[in-house]
């Protein structure tokens, strides 16, 4: 017994429709839905930050050097009961990221750091070399847009800094 044609046609249609779906499942469970960071405006509340490019290693590692200073802080002096300038700093938190135009897509790589005592007296420079790594494709050479932050505490935590350098366009090479 023949199927009428309009059996036909709906069982095509759901054969169809199986078929389309089970090969847009894989290719939206491959796409890469990770957001692209953010890199914070120009900032500065008693400290400053620099950033500058450097070498890329072996195509995946982009060295970078931040460099920052901090105001002293003013803390509280518990045998005199007044506020007393104090030179010593924690680096509590820190960043940098890495934009680059590859072709359609945009490579990134974002890196933090933090720990260890800072001197913030106003003018000496505290110094982090840091490796950030691709998250996309290999790094090339030329301009990308990066920016750092940094993020310090005073030694009894009650008081703290912060920098940040905007996007800024700094230059990687071999």
Do not use: K
Not at 90 to 103: C, F, K, M, N, Y
């Amino acid at each position: 017994m023949a199927i009428p044609s309009t059996r036909r046609r709906w069982r095509l249609l759901l054969v169809g429709a199986a078929l389309a779906l089970a090969l847009a499942i894989p290719s939206s469970a491959l796409a890469d839905t990770t957001a692209t960071p953010t890199i914070y405006p120009a900032d500065s509340r008693g400290a400053t930050v620099t950033l500058t490019g450097g070498s890329i290693v072996g195509r995946l590692v982009a060295n970078t050097t931040v460099t920052f200073t901090c105001d002293p802080f003013l803390v509280y002096d518990w045998e005199t009961g007044q506020e007393v300038e104090s030179t010593e700093g924690r680096l509590e938190d820190g960043s940098v990221t890495i934009l680059q135009a590859s072709g359609r897509t945009i490579n990134y790589g974002q890196v933090g750091f933090w720990g260890g005592s800072v001197v913030c007296d106003g003018g000496t420079v505290n110094r982090r070399d840091l490796g950030v790594v691709a998250s996309v494709s290999p790094w090339r050479s030329g301009s990308v847009v990066a920016g750092a932050t940094v993020y310090i505490a005073s030694a009894d935590y009650n008081s703290s800094h912060f920098a940040s350098t905007g996007p800024v366009t700094i230059r990687l090479g071999r």
